[in-house]
T-cell receptor
Framework: KNEVEQSPQNLTAQEGEFITINCSYS?????LHWLQQHPGGGIVSLFM???GKKKHGRLIATINIQEKHSSLHITASHPRDSAVYIC????????????FGKGTHLIIQP | DAGVTQSPTHLIKTRGQQVTLRCSPKSGHDTVSWYQQALGQGPQFIFQYYEEEERQRGNFPDRFSGHQFPNYSSELNVNALLLGDSALYLCASSSLDLAGGFTDTQYFGPGTRLTVL
């Protein structure tokens, strides 16, 4: 069974700061997902990656398969980035149901 | 493109009742996965449907069942509701290549919030 751990659980930062959220998983995976969830429940998929690094706007996701670790970075953070960020691991060929971390609650203060 | 849609948005039931939740996948997607998210927790995988069959199942009792229709939409049924079934139920769709896995990221619907009294 894959265990997915995220850190920190809660993070409060000032606008403009560089944000890093970490995710570790216990077994080999074929894809790791970073998701954003706003109050009210809607989940948006930010990245799906299986190696290396992906960038979209101010968001950067990296993964180290050997170390079973992924990071989500937010550059020039803004209050609208405030949300819960969840990492989820997919094993067994990449099409299995995802195992989710508990999420990181991020608050960016103006 | 409407993306993934779910209905209803909110639902209140009493213990012992049965409930049916519905999900329409994003256009072009053929795989639907269902997740349960309790308050303050990450989502838990319930099951996944592909080609109208349950392809994979998480650690949920048989009270949780589902169906996928030829148009790829899906239903989640929960029988004999318990207080602990109160949660946000999320549906996610993607497209699947059985040889290579998901060919697209998973798109999530807005969820159905179920309250069991």
């Amino acid at each position: 069974k894959n265990e997915v751990e995220q850190s920190p659980q809660n993070l409060t930062a000032q606008e403009g700061e560089f944000i890093t959220i970490n995710c570790s998983y216990s077994v080999g995976i074929s894809a790791l997902h970073w998701l954003q969830q706003h109050p009210g429940g809607g989940i948006v998929s930010l990245f799906m990656l299986s190696s290396g690094k992906k960038k979209h706007g101010r968001l950067i996701a990296t993964i180290n398969i050997q170390e079973k670790h992924s990071s989500l970075h937010i550059t020039a953070s803004h209050p609208r980035d405030s949300a819960v960020y969840i990492c989820a691991a997919g094993a067994g060929g990449g099409a299995d149901g995802l195992t989710f971390g508990k999420g990181t609650h991020l608050i960016i203060q103006p | 493109d409407a993306g993934v849609t779910q209905s209803p948005t909110h639902l209140i039931k009493t213990r012992g009742q049965q409930v049916t939740l519905r999900c329409s996948p994003k256009s072009g997607h053929d795989t639907v996965s269902w997740y349960q998210q309790a308050l303050g927790q990450g989502p838990q995988f319930i099951f996944q449907y592909y080609e109208e069959e349950e392809r994979q199942r998480g650690n949920f009792p048989d009270r949780f069942s589902g169906h996928q229709f030829p148009n790829y939409s899906s239903e989640l049924n929960v029988n004999a509701l318990l207080l602990g079934d109160s949660a946000l139920y999320l549906c996610a769709s993607s497209s699947l290549d059985l040889a290579g896995g998901f060919t697209d990221t998973q798109y999530f619907g807005p969820g159905t919030r179920l309250t069991v009294l």
